[in-house]
């Protein structure tokens, strides 16, 4: 069974600080990872995938696969960054299944 | 990727109805999800639908619940039937556009059952 496991409901960061968003995960094979925003009031979207080892709005994300953990980070956090994130994995097998996290929302005070 | 467009985008129905919502991509694609979002919760996958084949359903959904309908490769429905308060939930349609790509969301259909 593949899980994934964001263990803070809220992290609250000073504007300026950095900013760690833990996501573990739990699948027996390679999985591919994502992490999803979630800004008030619009929909879920993508902010990066693992595979295109891409930076976001300046927001990384590594796979730690000794760890099994993808946390998402951010050197410096600003105001518009607050928001729900969601760690998701989807299975490497032919029925792509994925998997969400409970989510954390990120508040970043001024 | 992909532009979705899901509708309605809330409603209040009453305990023992059914409700249908509609999702529409702008571009053909294989495989269309629907998720729910209850309460303080995390995304749950409720079922994979393909066009021209039955739906495949996740554990603790059935099609009688929740029958799902994908006539061609850019709509696809999911019904929410004999409803109950317990089926309040936010409901979202998603789509993947190509290997090696994230998934794409429809703005979600928030559900009261009163």
């Known amino acids: 069974a593949q899980r994934v496991t964001q263990p803070e409901k809220l992290l609250s960061v000073f504007k300026g600080a950095p900013v760690e968003l833990k996501c573990n995960y739990s699948y027996s094979g390679s999985p591919e990872l994502f992490w999803y925003v979630q800004y008030s009031r619009q929909r879920l979207q993508l902010l990066l995938r693992h595979i295109s080892r891409e930076s976001i709005k300046g927001f990384t994300a590594d796979l730690n696969k000794g760890e099994t953990s993808f946390h998402l980070k951010k050197p410096f956090a600003q105001e518009e960054d607050s928001a729900m994130y969601y760690c998701?994995?989807?299975?490497?097998?032919?029925?792509?299944?994925?998997?969400f996290g409970t989510g954390t929302k990120l508040q970043v005070i001024p | 990727s992909a532009v979705i467009s899901q509708k309605p985008s809330r409603d209040i129905c009453q305990r023992g109805t059914s409700l249908t919502i509609q999702c529409q991509v702008d571009s053909q694609v294989t495989m269309m999800f629907w998720y729910r979002q209850q309460p303080g919760q995390s995304l749950t996958l409720i079922a994979t639908a393909n066009q021209g084949s039955e739906a495949t359903y996740e554990s603790g959904f059935v099609i009688d619940k929740f029958p799902i309908s994908r006539p061609n490769l850019t709509f696809s429905t999911l019904t929410v039937s004999n409803m109950s308060p317990e089926d309040s939930s936010i409901y979202l349609c998603?789509?993947?556009?190509?290997?090696?790509?994230?998934?794409?969301f429809g703005s979600g259909t928030r559900l009261t059952v009163v």
């Open positions: 998603s789509v993947r556009k190509g290997a090696g790509g994230g998934y794409t």
């Open positions: 998701a994995l989807m299975n490497s097998g032919g029925y792509q299944k994925v998997t």
